[in-house]
């Protein structure tokens, strides 16, 4: 029986990583101007609805306050589904 590569597994997961993440790292790196209020509502929002104690010291506050909003505002089936 012949084996298959892990590569094109791997290397597919990784571009879904990359895909996933470049618009926080967009966030991270201050290119936000055009959505500027609809971020801070966003941040603001996602302090108030946590459903622990948020600590954010030592971080990037906006970015915590910000994965906060998006991790409970959206429901697992948006990201967890094979297929939709």
Not at 39 to 45: F, G, L, N, P, V
Not at 57 to 63: D, E, P, Q, V, Y
Request: glycine residues 10%; charged residues 15%; proline residues 6%.
């Amino acid at each position: 029986m012949k084996q298959r590569s892990a590569r094109p597994v791997a290397a597919a997961f990784a571009i879904g990583a990359v895909m996933a993440f470049a618009p926080l790292a967009s966030f991270a790196a201050g290119n936000h101007n055009d959505q500027g209020n609809d971020d801070q509502s966003r941040i603001q929002r996602g302090y108030q609805i946590n459903p622990v104690q948020l600590n954010p010291k030592g971080t990037n506050r906006a970015l915590v306050g910000l994965g906060s909003y998006i991790v409970n505002t959206n429901g697992c089936n948006d990201c967890h589904t094979h297929p939709s």
